[in-house]
């Protein structure tokens, strides 16, 4: 049997956990074998708060994965995100050795070696050190300072920080499965690298990850990383709100994707649609303005954040490029347009389709995946993880330096020009305003009540069929006098 050399990518979300497993083509990039999302439990804000349910959640994943590939993962890259991770500064220099001949790599070195001598606070563990600039003589700034002339060479370094207690716990959720993590990284870094290209990095651009539980958002110019950050808020918030409707929690996220709309000026004025209730005959008929009201006021409160952080980044005037949205909550109808409002910023749905090969931008073309990709793309360029090979049909398987200052609480936003943003407080849900009482908004109700029966009822335990049900399903009541084919759709 050949022997084959995969990467394999955990990224554990709050809603759901996506395991991803790739091979490498010929150019190094990419070449996706497998991709698999399944929901996630125990995880609130990036954090685990519950290490068994993470456990059963990241196992269901990585078996679903071993069973397409006939393989047992052994190891894995794997990403963090949560408010627990930050970016802090830090400034040092050298005297070059030989100002005569320039600035070497030996004098770049010995900088580097001051950097990895800075020490991060007790509880927090310092994931990545990425140089900012280089200065030569303090006045001459240069992205390579090899063989430039001056005595003193100084740089900025961006320190990626993480409380070791979120990392601890998710490796322990990893050894629970056998699983050993060959490298964790913030997911708000590797996701730049899925979604970016070349020319947004180097001329500015700001990825902003929407995904269940946070928001991450990362500052890119001049082809650096130049600022990290988490909002303590995503997608669920927004669900939270429209079950202050009367919908019930599992139809709330059905029914957010196939009728929501983050902009209420963009959503029919006068469209129902009707959604199952707590018994088989119950069904709730919900306005589609009033879901995009709902929608819209958690929607902008995101997107009011995620300005005040590119502000706080110091290069809110510098991204020619704008923002590239992802993540799951990135596919909501008219996010895009929202964003463009609240920031006065171009802004682009992204996608890692352009990150692997040809033949898998298929498999990658959701916004979901776009941490993932990113995953992937860190582990290739690191090395191959372990996996054993098992039968199709199953089987058993077995000095200290400077210390950077300590994180305060998270206040959207961490200011370096001493204006203070306020911190988050939850926005009351919007209300809605109440259905139309005229007689074709009322046949648009019971219409649409016919519809949503026939759609969300949860099989195998269906009730047995009264005549009345055969008959409606037999003439195949629709809702064409009020809804689009798309809308049509169950829920």
């Given at each position: 049997m050949e022997k084959k050399n995969y990467i394999v990518a955990i990224d554990l979300g709050s809603s759901n956990v996506v395991v991803a497993v790739a091979e490498r083509?010929?150019?190094?990039?990419?070449?996706?074998?497998?991709?698999?999302?399944?929901?996630?439990?125990?995880?609130?804000?990036?954090?685990?708060?519950?290490?068994?349910?993470?456990?059963?959640?990241i196992k269901a994943a990585v078996e679903a994965v071993g069973e397409e590939l006939g393989i047992r993962i052994t190891e894995a890259y794997t990403g963090i995100s949560g408010d627990f991770v930050r970016c802090a500064r830090h400034t040092d220099?050298?005297?070059?050795?030989?100002?005569?001949?320039?600035?070497?790599?030996?004098?770049?070195?010995?900088?580097?070696?001051?950097?990895?001598?800075?020490?991060a606070p007790d509880d927090e563990t310092i994931m990545e050190r990425i140089p900012q600039n280089y200065l030569v003589d303090e006045n001459q700034e240069v992205a390579d300072p090899v063989g430039s002339f001056g005595k003193r060479l100084a740089s900025t370094f961006n320190f990626i920080l993480c409380a070791k207690t979120p990392i601890e716990r998710l490796n322990l959720a990893l050894r629970r499965l056998g699983i050993r993590s060959l490298g964790m990284y913030a997911n708000a870094l590797v996701t730049g690298a899925a979604v970016l290209s070349a020319d947004e990095k180097e001329e500015g651009a700001a990825v902003v990850n929407i995904g269940g539980g946070v928001t991450d958002v990362a500052v890119y110019y001049r082809n650096v990383p130049r600022y990290i950050a988490t909002i303590p808020m995503g997608a669920g918030a927004i669900n939270n709100d429209i079950r202050t409707l009367g919908i019930l929690e599992r139809h709330v996220d059905s029914l957010k994707r196939k009728f929501g709309?983050?902009?209420?000026?963009?959503?029919?004025?006068?469209?129902?649609?009707?959604?199952?209730g707590r018994t088989a005959k119950e069904t709730k008929d919900i306005l589609l303005?009033?879901?995009?009201?709902?929608?819209?006021?958690?929607?902008?409160?995101?997107?009011?954040?995620?300005?005040?952080?590119?502000?706080?980044?110091?290069?809110?005037?510098?991204?020619?490029?704008?923002?590239?949205?992802?993540?799951?909550?990135?596919?909501?109808?008219?996010?895009?347009?929202?964003?463009?409002?609240?920031?006065?910023?171009e802004v682009r749905i992204g996608t890692a389709e352009e990150a692997v090969d040809e033949t898998s931008r298929e498999k990658v073309a959701s916004p979901a995946y776009s941490t993932a990709v990113g995953l992937l793309l860190?582990?290739?360029?690191?090395?191959?993880?372990?996996?054993?090979?098992?039968?199709?049909?199953?089987?058993?398987?077995?000095?200290?330096?400077?210390?950077?200052?300590?994180?305060?609480?998270?206040?959207?936003?961490k200011p370096a020009t001493g204006v203070s943003a306020a911190p988050y407080?939850?926005?009351?849900?919007?209300?809605?305003?109440?259905?139309?009482?005229?007689?074709?908004?009322?046949?648009?109700?019971?219409?649409?009540?016919?519809?949503?029966?026939?759609?969300?009822?949860?099989?195998?335990?269906?009730?047995?069929?009264?005549?009345?049900?055969?008959?409606?399903?037999?003439?195949?009541?629709?809702?064409?006098?009020?809804?689009?084919?798309?809308e049509d759709e169950e829920i």
């Open positions: 083509d010929a150019e190094g990039r990419p070449v996706v074998r497998s991709i698999v999302s399944k929901p996630s439990q125990g995880v609130k804000a990036g954090m685990i708060t519950n290490i068994e349910q993470v456990s059963n959640s220099h050298v005297f070059t050795s030989d100002p005569q001949n320039g600035v070497n790599r030996t004098d770049v070195e010995a900088l580097f070696d001051r950097m990895r001598n800075v020490q709309s983050a902009v209420a000026e963009l959503a029919p004025e006068n469209k129902m649609v009707s959604v199952k303005h009033n879901l995009a009201v709902v929608i819209e006021s958690r929607a902008r409160d995101i997107a009011e954040y995620v300005a005040q952080e590119i502000r706080d980044s110091g290069f809110g005037d510098k991204l020619a490029y704008g923002i590239v949205l992802t993540g799951g909550s990135a596919q909501l109808q008219h996010i895009d347009e929202l964003f463009r409002r609240v920031t006065g910023m860190r582990g290739a360029a690191h090395g191959d993880c372990a996996v054993t090979d098992i039968p199709r049909q199953g089987g058993a398987a077995q000095p200290a330096g400077p210390t950077i200052p300590r994180a305060t609480p998270y206040s959207a936003g407080t939850p926005r009351p849900a919007a209300a809605p305003t109440p259905p139309p009482t005229t007689p074709a908004a009322n046949a648009a109700t019971e219409g649409a009540a016919q519809g949503a029966a026939a759609e969300t009822a949860e099989t195998p335990h269906r009730p047995k069929r009264g005549l009345l049900d055969k008959l409606k399903q037999k003439l195949g009541t629709r809702l064409d006098d009020f809804f689009t084919g798309s």
